[in-house]
Nanobody, 123 residues
């Protein structure tokens, strides 16, 4: 199972840290992706991390502002979000990615989702 937390209402320019806590995983290594969903728009994969090879991926819209990291001891993947803008407002979800690397197309290779955490950025 995956459980997201950390979403909140924040002002433009602010920061948030989202958490994706994993449970029931049998492997010490994993690939986790963060997505965001806005009603009426296509779901967007924003960041990915793989502990198999250390690869990371960032969508251009968040590159330089968001940082994905992992804490294996806590079975948690974090998404540090800085310089938030109103365009970042969305439901943020994490997903387990089947591939062992964050390669192109990882956003279509998921097999388990969390329920999401809402991020709202006010102007």
């Amino acid at each position: 199972q995956l459980a997201e937390s950390g979403g909140d209402l924040v002002q433009s320019g602010g920061s948030l840290r989202l958490s994706c806590t994993m449970s029931g995983f049998t492997s010490d290594d994993y690939t986790i992706g963060w997505f965001r969903q806005v009603p009426g728009k296509e779901r967007e994969g924003v960041a990915c991390i793989s502990t198999f090879d250390g690869s990371r991926y960032y969508d251009n819209s968040v590159k330089g502002r968001f940082t994905i990291s992992s804490d294996n001891a806590k079975n948690t993947v974090f998404l540090e979000m800085n310089k938030l803008a109103t365009a970042d407002t969305a439901l943020y979800l994490c997903a387990h990615i089947r591939a062992s690397q964050c390669v192109r197309g990882w956003w279509n290779d998921f097999d388990l989702w969390g329920q999401g955490t809402q991020v709202t950025v006010s102007s």
